[in-house]
């Protein structure tokens, strides 16, 4: 059986004139756009424009929350009660149905972003908390949890569709969590460096942490964060060694 992985990127995280990332060169590189819902980052017609652009690529859309911090990005931690979480999340993702609707397409997938994610990596309750209100609000959407982490957990005890995402330019801590964007080493600038350790992961089935721990796990998709300098040259670098590798690109189903 051939192997078969999705490639996703954080796309539409620009805010009014100010652009973030290269969505233009990502998206006929990637499978799946996670679109900024206008919390951390996004607004309205940057939505819009995003999914329209993604739409005709014919590439998945998804909606990608986090915390109302325009100055942060999302990625400062705020202490939210599970209720608050729960609202959070839901109106966001309902604004991103909107906007796919608009555009004339459908949301497939919802992940979580930046701080908000990883709090759910790391506390189950939170996850559930956040994966709760999507499934609330789209019975069917496909929740994207970090593999091997309390994501993935409340995924599984939710039930209904998800998939198991790794990272290709983040470095992992051996309990499968990322390491801290703070420390040396945590992003990975390298392309080469970056598609070599995909196929690695793939092919054993597993996360490979800085220290060489192997986590086995399901991969059913990869990120390639779109703000990561070089972003597009890692992210053709990545497609091109799976392909050459024997490794099937493609939109992901939902397990």
Known sequence: MTLTVDLNADMGEGFGP???????GLLPVITSANIACGFHAGDPSVMA????????????????????????FGRRRLSLSHAELRNMVGYQLG????????????????KLHGALANMAAEDAGIAVACF?????VA?????????????????????????????????????????????PGAVIH????????????????????????????????????????????????VRAALQAAGIGVAQFQGR
């Open 18 to 24: 100010w652009v973030m990332g290269d969505d233009a």
């Open 49 to 72: 424009a995003t999914m329209a652009a993604a739409i005709k690529q014919g590439v998945g859309l998804g909606a990608h929350p986090g915390f109302a911090d325009l100055q942060g």
């Open 95 to 110: 604004a991103a149905q909107a906007m796919a609707a608009l555009a004339g397409g459908k949301l497939r997938h919802l």
């Open 132 to 136: 709760q209100a999507a499934r609330d």
């Open 139 to 183: 019975p069917d959407i496909i929740l994207m949890a970090i593999a091997a982490t309390a994501q993935q957990e409340a995924a599984e005890a939710i039930g209904g569709p998800w998939v198991a995402e790794v990272f290709a330019d983040r470095a992992y801590n051996d309990d499968a969590t990322l390491v801290d964007r703070k420390l």
């Open 190 to 237: 390298d392309a080469e460096t970056a598609a070599a350790r995909m196929v690695e992961m793939i092919r054993a089935g597993a996360i490979i942490t800085q220290s060489g721990k192997h986590i086995p796990t399901p991969i059913d998709t990869i990120c390639l964060h779109g703000d990561t300098e070089n972003a597009v040259t890692i992210a053709r670098a």
